[in-house]
């Protein structure tokens, strides 16, 4: 398959705003505009080809190899391709996309795939805050697609959201799922604090008993089919689910009841009602 | 043409476009998953005088199924897509739905597609959840035992209905052993179903009547009681005509289905075996027996 390799040629200790890393700029643009494109380093405008050693054009598969944590907004709005980041990556990665797929080997700043509304988002390691959340003063977070994250994840995943899958393999931080209106947040370790504060309507799922807020509501112990699709969905993903989960019973609470109330918090409660 | 000692007759079975659909079933256990698709399938005989057909096309292990629990495959054909849809919502809402443990999914994939979840979710009364999952939508209907899951949306595609063959014999139980026996054969051919009770109809019919405010009669000429009366079909050595009617979603897979179906039917007792027509002006679909036989599809 063809691709563009990029090769950081050195670490930048100084913020990189690289949104022209795009598989639907890349796909029509030949090596040498590729190297041409225009990235913002600190507020000075600089030449990919500064940055980066260019294998490759007229591709929408981008590969990315070094360590990049100050490289920001890269694959910000892309709507095909593949974009494979070897290493650890910026923030607002993936913010906004329509289509397309992510892989991050590392980790991941703040603002993992903020607002986006398709395609989808798998980071090996950990991600900062706010994934899948909506901008400040913005209305509304993620509206589609996927995100699974390995490891742990940040505070306010997920804030806002409307429609999606988030997936946080290891711990997450507070705030999780904060005024969501709708889609469904699966996290596999603990739950910190206030989760699902001020959600309309939604699915949180915990694994491990999580602090509720006053404000959620017990309803019963169930077992739900589309839990069960939803988690061999995870388990076709390569995530480690185990059997008890998909046959197991759940907590049913009900809440934010500040606000419509209409949305949900699952906690697995073994496999014996 | 004989097959082991059988006369297969020079001749056709007609049949119809309709429009099928393939819904999957799952629950708690095999016999749950069973019990909703023979309740969904009752009354399912003849599009004629119960709105659809339709019957059981297999059982589904648990590693097929989205939510890896035992299912039900059930095809359902009608004349028109409306008419379809209308059937679905009617025998899903009350049949699967009210089944215990039940969940209901599309399992035909096609670009034409039926509103089924996204109307029986109102039963839910504004608490029904929807969840969408790689281009899936799913409701979620809060029930008295849990919550029901049904696929918004179902496909649908152009279909054979009324494929068939007659099994002209000695006496009953020749007869009805030989057609008990091609009833098996056919089930294990995907994408067809055989919608009579057990797969059999000892009623077949003509489209005419003496009586003006009947369209269909009973297939005289095949009725032994009769012969002398009527300008009957049979000879002297047959007593007895069982009929086995086919649907299926592809043309190839109900030709299919009357190949194995008759040469497993081709027993010692069995005289002739024939097939249904109408002087091939009213079915889209023509299936001659020798053809089939021969490996040729009509």
Redesign the interface.
């Given at each position: 398959m063809d691709k563009v390799i990029l090769r950081l040629k050195e670490r930048s200790n100084i913020p990189v705003e690289a949104e022209a890393i795009c598989p639907d700029l890349f796909l029509t643009k030949s090596q040498q505009e590729i190297e041409e494109l225009a990235l913002y380093y600190g507020n000075k405008g600089r030449r990919l080809g500064d940055f980066f050693q260019v294998q490759g054009e007229r591709s929408d598969n981008i590969v990315i190899e070094g360590e990049i944590p100050n490289f920001k907004k890269i694959g910000q709005g892309m709507s095909r391709g593949n974009i494979h980041i070897q290493g650890d990556v910026g923030m607002h990665l993936g913010a906004l996309m329509k289509g397309g797929r992510i892989l991050v080997e590392g980790n991941v700043s703040d603002w993992l795939g903020a607002e986006m509304e398709g395609g989808s988002i798998r980071v090996k390691g950990n991600a900062g805050h706010l994934v899948g959340a909506a901008y400040r003063g913005s209305s509304r977070g993620m509206r589609?697609g996927e995100i699974i994250v390995e490891g742990d994840g940040g505070s306010e995943v997920g804030e806002l959201m409307r429609?999606?899958?988030i997936v946080i393999g290891g711990r997450a931080g507070d705030f999780v799922g904060a005024f969501l209106i709708?889609g469904?947040i699966v996290v596999l370790g603990p739950v910190g604090l206030r989760p699902g504060a001020g959600m309309k309507?939604g699915?949180i799922v915990a694994f491990q008993e999580p602090d509720l807020l006053p404000t959620f509501h017990y309803n019963c112990l169930?077992?739900?089919?589309?839990l069960?699709?939803?988690l061999?969905?995870l388990r076709e993903e390569d995530l480690n689910i185990p059997q008890e989960y998909?046959g197991g019973f759940y907590k049913r609470y009900n809440g934010d009841t500040l606000e419509l109330g209409?949305g949900?918090i699952l906690v697995w409660a073994g496999q014996v009602a | 043409m004989q097959v082991n000692g059988v006369e297969i007759e020079d001749t056709f079975a007609e049949a119809f476009r309709m429009v099928g659909s393939r819904i999957l079933i799952t629950a708690c256990s095999r016999q749950w998953a069973l019990q909703a698709a023979t309740t969904m399938t009752g009354f399912a005989t003849s599009v004629i005088g119960c709105g659809c057909e339709a019957g059981l096309e297999r059982e589904v292990e648990p590693e097929e199924t989205p939510d890896g629990r035992p299912g039900t495959s059930v095809l359902l054909f009608a004349m028109s897509k409306k008419s379809l849809a209308d059937q679905l919502i009617k025998r899903i809402g009350q049949c699967v739905m009210t089944s215990p443990t039940s969940a209901c999914y599309n399992f035909l994939e096609s670009s034409e597609t039926v509103l089924v979840g996204g109307k029986l979710r109102y039963f839910g009364d504004g608490y029904q959840i929807s969840k969408l999952l790689g281009g899936r939508r799913f409701w979620r209907i809060p029930v008295m035992e849990g919550e029901f899951l049904i696929e918004e949306s179902f496909g649908v595609q152009e279909a054979v209905g009324g494929g068939n063959f007659l099994i002209l014999g000695q006496d009953l139980e020749s007869t009805l052993r030989a057609t008990e026996r091609a009833v098996a054969e056919i089930g294990k051919v995907r994408g067809v179903i055989t919608p009579f009770p057990g797969g059999i109809v000892r009623s077949g019919s003509k489209v005419s009547s003496k009586y003006k405010f009947l369209r269909a009669s009973s297939n005289t000429p095949y009725c032994p009681t009769i012969r002398s009366l009527v300008d009957s079909q049979l000879s002297e050595a047959v007593n007895c005509v069982l009929e086995i009617v086919i649907d299926g979603l592809e043309k190839t897979e109900v030709g299919e289905a009357m190949r194995v179906g008759i040469r497993a039917a081709c027993l010692p007792g069995i005289v002739r075996i024939s097939a249904g027509n109408y002087g091939g002006a009213l079915g889209q679909y023509h299936f001659y027996l020798r053809d089939i036989l021969g490996g040729t599809l009509g």
């Amino acid at each position: 398959m063809d691709k563009v390799i990029l090769r950081l040629k050195e670490r930048s200790n100084i913020p990189v705003e690289a949104e022209a890393i795009c598989p639907d700029l890349f796909l029509t643009k030949s090596q040498q505009e590729i190297e041409e494109l225009a990235l913002y380093y600190g507020n000075k405008g600089r030449r990919l080809g500064d940055f980066f050693q260019v294998q490759g054009e007229r591709s929408d598969n981008i590969v990315i190899e070094g360590e990049i944590p100050n490289f920001k907004k890269i694959g910000q709005g892309m709507s095909r391709g593949n974009i494979h980041i070897q290493g650890d990556v910026g923030m607002h990665l993936g913010a906004l996309m329509k289509g397309g797929r992510i892989l991050v080997e590392g980790n991941v700043s703040d603002w993992l795939g903020a607002e986006m509304e398709g395609g989808s988002i798998r980071v090996k390691g950990n991600a900062g805050h706010l994934v899948g959340a909506a901008y400040r003063g913005s209305s509304r977070g993620m509206r589609g697609g996927e995100i699974i994250v390995e490891g742990d994840g940040g505070s306010e995943v997920g804030e806002l959201m409307r429609r999606g899958l988030i997936v946080i393999g290891g711990r997450a931080g507070d705030f999780v799922g904060a005024f969501l209106i709708a889609g469904t947040i699966v996290v596999l370790g603990p739950v910190g604090l206030r989760p699902g504060a001020g959600m309309k309507r939604g699915t949180i799922v915990a694994f491990q008993e999580p602090d509720l807020l006053p404000t959620f509501h017990y309803n019963c112990l169930c077992q739900l089919s589309f839990l069960r699709i939803y988690l061999h969905h995870l388990r076709e993903e390569d995530l480690n689910i185990p059997q008890e989960y998909l046959g197991g019973f759940y907590k049913r609470y009900n809440g934010d009841t500040l606000e419509l109330g209409k949305g949900e918090i699952l906690v697995w409660a073994g496999q014996v009602a | 043409m004989q097959v082991n000692g059988v006369e297969i007759e020079d001749t056709f079975a007609e049949a119809f476009r309709m429009v099928g659909s393939r819904i999957l079933i799952t629950a708690c256990s095999r016999q749950w998953a069973l019990q909703a698709a023979t309740t969904m399938t009752g009354f399912a005989t003849s599009v004629i005088g119960c709105g659809c057909e339709a019957g059981l096309e297999r059982e589904v292990e648990p590693e097929e199924t989205p939510d890896g629990r035992p299912g039900t495959s059930v095809l359902l054909f009608a004349m028109s897509k409306k008419s379809l849809a209308d059937q679905l919502i009617k025998r899903i809402g009350q049949c699967v739905m009210t089944s215990p443990t039940s969940a209901c999914y599309n399992f035909l994939e096609s670009s034409e597609t039926v509103l089924v979840g996204g109307k029986l979710r109102y039963f839910g009364d504004g608490y029904q959840i929807s969840k969408l999952l790689g281009g899936r939508r799913f409701w979620r209907i809060p029930v008295m035992e849990g919550e029901f899951l049904i696929e918004e949306s179902f496909g649908v595609q152009e279909a054979v209905g009324g494929g068939n063959f007659l099994i002209l014999g000695q006496d009953l139980e020749s007869t009805l052993r030989a057609t008990e026996r091609a009833v098996a054969e056919i089930g294990k051919v995907r994408g067809v179903i055989t919608p009579f009770p057990g797969g059999i109809v000892r009623s077949g019919s003509k489209v005419s009547s003496k009586y003006k405010f009947l369209r269909a009669s009973s297939n005289t000429p095949y009725c032994p009681t009769i012969r002398s009366l009527v300008d009957s079909q049979l000879s002297e050595a047959v007593n007895c005509v069982l009929e086995i009617v086919i649907d299926g979603l592809e043309k190839t897979e109900v030709g299919e289905a009357m190949r194995v179906g008759i040469r497993a039917a081709c027993l010692p007792g069995i005289v002739r075996i024939s097939a249904g027509n109408y002087g091939g002006a009213l079915g889209q679909y023509h299936f001659y027996l020798r053809d089939i036989l021969g490996g040729t599809l009509g």
